[in-house]
């Protein structure tokens, strides 16, 4: 599809303009943001301090007060005073824009609301509001005179006092209706307690009873530390020995991380997060300066889990057991680290510990060497499979390379990917070609039998991401830009994601702004995408002209060359088969894909 630019009014409603985002961005001091962050100190025009976003001892990190940017020279990261604060508090961009324009007093529009809308705004609301008196219900208990004992119970296991603080842990007594008659004096709904999971309905109508009892509490926090759950660890002997609350209209455990809000600044200066398996090893390893430390709620992780953690690094390490089980649970993940191009390494804790106990037994520096030495999950379930089996047998290599081959073509890089092809080749003894034949004709197989994309050639594709920067920031390129129909070529699993959004903006604009597809996009991940494209610097192109046109020629010959490819493999399977009506046809795109080659090739003089 090519769209024509035509200028529309904007059908968008309840979206903030363009004119009031300039003016908040105006009156919004970059610095006094910032500086709730990282400690800056004046030099020359700039403020230079620390990046909050990946640990360093040398400051790389500059503000721009006049011109109310950032950068950091160390790790590239960069944009303007919402940039900043989306990549600090984990926000998306309206939320951004609406609490920096609370700060400096600036009124915003408010967003009309349906009945329904403004119905379940309202319940949610209440929501919190009953989880965050529940978890001071908690907390009070824990400090109080019945919480001795899980105070103890604590320390022994090693959590320190200011963990228990800055986690809100809390107590539930061995009472029915301890909460229930805390929530009754707060004037809370008990129907909206029971959909929190907060309390469970008696035998007698209209009677409650606690849902937590005698148990250890966390709480479950969103990104902006509102309490969103709970889980309860039983203190003395009994099933379930965890309980966690069920999921509400506030709380999702798909889509849930426990201990990210206290983790995050953490995890962008460390420039990993360390995922582990449950509360105890979270708190333990905090309480011993490990800060950069998840885990998930009881369930195997999620994409929707991994895509929250990319907001805040690319480059994650798996604590989990050793055993079969936990291995077996960690390559269910491998698809979705490799899809997600997160770069994924694995741990394993010596003698079957998990690292609450190593941590505690072998301190803090054992466990960030291990860490420092993890090898990739790649790496560690080839070397895992060679030890179930004999490596040296025909039957054993095959259970191998039918185990990784799966693997090995979901990665997206083709440089790591030859690199991966390789080093099994070399550990099974066989020839690198050998697997390569093997992806092929698996790709060929998922071709033939479904007409989903196959696994991308590259991560990020930085043609692609030069061309969006480009129409972002020189509205002049979108009109030639789009008459190529270029845009549905795009590859880039990301900015394949977006072009829907950017398509939509131009039929009800005429053109496209950062500002409205940063309202408009409703996935946080391509927000932040949109942000880091619309406010980079563009110092390393000199032509923005010139360089839209390499961009759109290099993209559409990248997508000939593969049409090629796909049509001689297809010519060949139905040579093989005496198909030869089919290779008649085939032949017949063949010759067009010639002639739209050399269209292309004439592309480059008429774009300018």
């Given at each position: ?60 990190f ?5 011109r ?74 824990l ?91 039983i ?56 800060h ?25 390490v ?9 291995v077996?649970?960690?390559?269910r ?12 390494r694995?741990?394993?804790?010596p ?12 301190g ?16 560690f379930?080839?070397?895992?499979l ?19 081959v ?18 099994v ?31 991308q050639?590259?991560?990020h594709?930085?043609?692609?991401r ?11 390129s979108?009109p ?5 129909g ?19 903006c ?17 996935d ?51 040579q ?10 085939l032949?017949?795109?063949?010759m ?17």
């Amino acid at each position: 599809m090519i769209l024509t630019v035509i200028m529309k009014p904007s059908v968008y409603k309840g979206i903030i303009s363009s004119e009031k985002i300039e003016e908040i961005r105006r009156s919004a001091n970059i610095r006094e943001i910032v500086s709730e962050y990282v400690t800056v100190k004046k030099t020359g025009r700039n403020y230079v301090g620390l990046c909050p976003f990946h640990a360093e001892k040398t400051p790389s990190f500059h503000v721009n007060e006049e011109r109310g940017s950032f950068k950091c020279f160390g790790c590239g990261a960069g944009g303007d005073v919402f940039r900043f604060y989306m990549m600090m508090a984990g926000v998306p961009f309206p939320e951004a824009v609406r609490e920096i324009a609370g700060r400096y007093g600036i009124r915003l529009p408010q967003r009309p609301l349906s009945p329904r809308q403004k119905e379940e705004n309202d319940q949610n609301q209440e929501l919190y509001t009953i989880t965050e008196d529940a978890a001071r219900h908690f907390r009070n208990q824990l400090c109080g005179p019945s919480g001795e004992a899980p105070r103890r119970y604590l320390s022994e296991r090693g959590i320190s006092s200011s963990c228990i603080e800055v986690f809100g842990l809390g107590y539930a007594p061995h009472l029915w209706e301890g909460l229930v008659s805390y929530l009754k004096k707060k004037g809370c709904s008990f129907d909206l307690a029971l959909k929190a999971g907060l309390i469970r309905p008696g035998q007698r109508e209209g009677s409650y009873y606690d849902y937590f009892r005698d148990r250890v509490m966390f709480p479950i926090q969103d990104v902006r530390g509102r309490v969103i759950g709970f889980g309860g660890r039983i203190l003395d002997a009994g099933e379930p020995k965890y309980l966690n609350s069920p999921e509400s209209p506030i709380y999702s455990k798909s889509g849930s991380l426990y201990g990210l809000f206290q983790a995050r600044q953490a995890i962008q200066k460390e420039g990993r997060v360390i995922l582990v398996e449950g509360y105890f090893d979270t708190l333990s390893l905090f309480s011993h300066g490990i800060h950069n430390v998840v885990a998930p709620l009881g369930t195997a992780l999620t994409r929707t889990q991994l895509q929250i953690l990319k907001r805040y690094s690319q480059s994650m390490v798996l604590v989990f057991d050793g055993d079969e089980a936990g291995v077996k649970a960690m390559a269910r993940s491998l698809p979705l680290f490799l899809s997600e191009r997160i770069e994924a390494r694995a741990v394993v804790l010596p003698g079957g510990k998990d690292p609450d106990d190593f941590v505690c037994e072998e301190g803090d520096d054992a466990f960030r060497e291990l860490i420092v030495r993890a090898p990739s999950v790649l790496d560690f379930y080839l070397r895992w499979l060679m030890q179930q089996i004999d490596p040296d047998t025909v039957e054993g290599k095959r259970h191998v390379l039918d185990q990784m081959v799966p693997h090995l073509s979901a990665i997206s890089d083709p440089i790591s990917r030859g690199l991966y092809i390789e080093r099994v080749a070399q550990r099974l003894g066989v020839r690198s070609e050998q697997i390569v034949a093997l992806l092929q004709n698996m790709r060929v197989k998922t071709d033939s039998s479904s007409d989903a994309p196959g696994p991308q050639n590259f991560m990020h594709d930085a043609t692609e991401r030069d061309l969006i920067r480009i129409i972002l920031q020189h509205p002049d390129s979108i009109p030639s830009v789009v008459s190529t129909g270029v845009l549905e070529d795009l590859q880039d699993p990301e900015i394949a994601r977006l072009v829907p959004w950017i398509q939509r903006c131009l039929e009800s604009e005429g053109t496209i702004k950062a500002d409205l597809l940063m309202q408009i996009v409703e996935d946080k991940q391509l927000q932040g995408l949109v942000a880091q494209l619309a406010y980079s610097t563009m110092e390393d192109i000199v032509d923005w002209k010139r360089t839209t046109v390499d961009c759109v020629v290099k993209i559409q010959s990248r997508k000939i060359q593969k049409d090629f490819e796909r049509n001689r493999t297809y010519i060949l399977q139905a040579q093989e088969k005496g198909d030869h009506e089919r290779v008649n046809k085939l032949q017949l795109e063949h010759m067009d894909l010639i002639k739209r080659r050399k269209q292309l090739q004439a592309l480059r003089q008429n774009l300018i």
